[in-house]
C-alpha cells in the first residue's frame, strides 16, 4: 500500500516534525466558518468522492469513518516567501499550529497533503479574489488547547512578528526550542496524532464504543463491529478458558473475510485510535506483515491473547459487561449477517440468547450422571423436569407474568418457566425459583432474544425504545432476585 508509509511518517524512528504555523483567518476570508466545517465538523467524502478522483482511496485509508478533517490554503504566485516555502517543504507527519487573534489554539498532525482545485471549491467556495484553498492538508485528530497559548512570545523567539502574517514553516529544531512554550502534548508525537486519553471506566468504554460504531459509515463494510466481537471473543476465551472453542485461534484476517469485511487494517484504526485495541499490537499488525499475509495470529495457537487494550480487556472480564458490549455491536451488524453464526465462530456463542448454550458437559449433571443419558438432555427437557419450574408454573397457575394470558390446551394450561439468566454458558445462571419466571410462549421467546426486559422497578419494557408493556405480576412467594434481572438488562445492551 503505497500510502501506509506517509500515514505512519511520524512512528518513523527519527523523524522529527516540523511545525506548520497556521493562520485560520478571520471572518472576511470565512476562516471561523471554515474552520468549524472543515475540521471541527469534518467533510465527509461521501459528498467530495467525485472531486477527490484518486484521492479517494487514501483519504479513505485514513478515515475510515468517511469523515475527513481538512485545511486548505490559496496558491501564491510567490517562490521564495514564507508562504511558498511552507506549501514546498511540509511533509506528512508535520504539526500544525492553528493560529487567530494573536493565540495559538489547537495543533494537528498532518495525515496527507495534495492539491486539489475542485475539492477546494465544493468545500471551501472561492475568495473575493476568484481563489481557492487548493493546496490541501488531511489532518489527524485535533488536539484542541483547553487554555489558548499567547502567540507573541513563541512568535518573537521564533524571529517572527506578531501578529502572524503568512503560513509559515518552521523547522524540527526551531519547533523544539519552542515546545516548552507549547501544551504538553505527548501523544502529538504518536503514530496517530492522538489526543491524551483518561484511565477508561465502564461508562466510557461504552461511550467510545458508540462512537467508535455511530462514525464508521454505513457505507463501510462491517469490519469494526466483526472485529470487535472477534477481540470480545478471544478475551472470553482467555477469562474462561473452558469455553475457548477452535475458532477463538482463528485469524482476524480469516473472520473479516468470512463475513464480508474489506479486511484492510486501516478500517480499524478508530479501534485503536479510541483506546478500545491496544496500540503496541496494532503497529505490529503493519511492521510486521507476515501475520498479516499468513492468515494466522502471531500468538502461538496455544495462547490466546485478546487485542483488546489492557484497559478495555480488564472491562471486559466481567461476563456482563461482555454481554452488554455483544448486544450493541451485534445490533451494529448488517442484517445480511447471521448473528447467531457469527457470534458462534468467535466463541460468543448462546450471548444472542438469555437462555444460553447448554453443552451437556456444562449441566449439573441430574438423575444417574450416566455420561450417555446426560448427553441426551436439552434445554427443555431440564426446565421442564425442574421442580423449579414446576413450581413457579403452580404459583401463577399458567398464567404469563407479563400479559396474564392463560394459554388453554387439549390437555389444560401451558405456560412457560423461562430462566432468567440462562443455564450455561455464558449466563451461568441457576436453577432456583429466584431465577425463573412464568411465562406465555411469545413473551418466553422475546425474553430470551432480549426485545424486552424487566427494569429496577419490576416494569417490563421494550429494549428498542425502553416503552413500557406492562407491570410484571408478581406472586408474594415469589422472590424475583434483581440481579439476574440486572445481568439480562445487560444483555439487552442496557447500562443497568
Ligand atoms: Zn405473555
Avoid at 234 to 254: G, V
Avoid at 288 to 296: A, I, L, P
Avoid at 399 to 419: F, N
Wanted: aromatic content about 6%.
Amino acid at each position: 500500500m503505497p500510502d501506509r508509509g506517509r500515514l505512519d511518517a511520524g512512528a518513523t524512528p527519527g523523524h522529527r516534525p516540523q511545525l506548520v504555523l497556521q493562520l485560520r483567518g478571520g471572518a472576511n476570508v470565512r476562516g471561523p466558518k471554515h474552520y468549524q466545517h472543515s475540521i471541527i465538523r469534518g467533510v465527509r467524502l461521501a459528498e467530495i468522492a467525485a472531486e477527490l478522483g484518486p484521492e479517494l482511496p487514501v483519504l479513505r485509508r485514513l478515515y475510515p469513518e468517511g469523515v475527513a478533517r481538512l485545511w486548505g490554503s490559496t496558491p501564491t504566485e510567490q517562490v521564495n516567501n514564507d508562504k511558498a516555502r511552507a506549501l514546498r517543504e511540509r511533509k506528512v507527519g508535520d504539526h500544525v499550529l492553528f493560529y487567530a487573534d494573536k493565540v495559538f489554539y489547537a495543533r494537528a498532525r498532518i495525515l496527507h497533503l495534495f492539491r486539489n482545485q475542485a475539492v477546494a471549491k465544493r468545500v471551501w467556495q472561492t475568495d473575493d479574489e476568484g481563489q481557492t484553498w487548493e493546496h490541501i492538508m488531511a489532518l489527524g485528530a485535533i488536539d484542541q488547547f483547553t487554555h489558548a497559548v499567547p502567540a507573541e512570545p513563541i512568535l518573537r523567539q521564533l524571529g517572527l512578528r506578531c501578529p502572524l502574517r503568512s503560513l509559515t514553516l518552521v523547522n524540527a529544531d526551531e519547533y523544539d526550542s519552542i515546545l516548552p512554550l507549547l501544551p504538553t502534548l505527548p501523544s502529538i508525537g504518536s503514530p496517530h496524532g492522538l489526543p491524551t486519553r483518561k484511565r477508561m471506566g465502564r461508562k466510557q468504554f461504552f461511550r467510545v464504543l458508540r462512537q467508535v460504531l455511530e462514525r464508521s459509515s454505513e457505507a463501510s463494510p462491517p469490519d469494526l463491529p466483526l472485529a470487535m466481537l472477534w477481540a470480545i471473543g478471544r478475551a472470553a476465551a482467555a477469562a474462561e478458558p473452558s469455553s475457548r472453542t477452535a475458532e477463538t485461534t482463528t485469524s482476524l484476517e480469516a473472520f473479516l473475510e468470512r463475513h464480508g469485511g474489506s479486511n484492510e487494517r486501516s478500517l480499524l484504526r478508530p479501534l485503536v485510535d479510541s483506546g478500545l485495541w491496544d496500540h503496541e499490537r496494532a503497529l505490529n499488525w503493519e511492521v510486521d506483515r507476515s501475520g498479516f499475509h499468513g492468515g494466522r495470529a502471531p500468538s502461538a495457537p496455544d495462547v490466546v491473547k485478546s487485542d483488546l487494550s489492557a484497559e478495555a480487556a480488564a472491562l471486559l472480564a466481567d461476563v456482563d459487561m461482555r454481554g452488554r458490549a455483544v448486544a450493541i455491536l451485534s445490533r451494529a451488524l448488517t442484517s445480511d449477517l447471521d448473528r447467531a453464526t457469527v457470534l458462534a465462530q468467535v466463541g460468543l456463542a448462546g450471548y444472542d440468547s438469555a437462555a444460553g448454550t447448554l453443552e451437556p458437559d456444562l449441566l449439573t449433571p441430574t438423575g444417574s450422571g450416566d455420561p450417555a443419558e446426560r448427553k441426551l438432555v436439552t434445554v427443555d427437557r431440564i426446565v421442564r423436569s425442574s421442580r423449579y419450574a414446576k413450581a413457579v408454573k403452580r404459583l401463577y397457575d399458567h398464567r404469563c407474568q407479563i400479559c396474564g394470558v392463560r394459554l388453554a390446551t387439549r390437555d389444560g394450561y401451558y405456560s412457560e418457566a423461562a430462566h432468567i439468566r440462562g443455564l450455561g454458558k455464558p449466563h451461568d445462571g441457576t436453577d432456583d425459583l429466584s431465577n425463573l419466571l412464568c411465562l406465555c410462549p411469545n413473551h418466553h421467546t422475546q425474553f430470551d432474544f432480549f426485545a424486552l426486559y424487566v427494569d429496577e422497578k419490576f416494569t417490563v419494557r421494550r429494549t428498542s425504545d425502553d416503552s413500557p408493556i406492562s407491570e410484571l405480576r408478581r406472586h408474594p412467594q415469589h422472590h424475583i432476585d434483581q440481579n439476574h434481572l440486572r445481568h439480562h438488562r445487560r444483555f439487552c445492551g442496557l447500562p443497568k
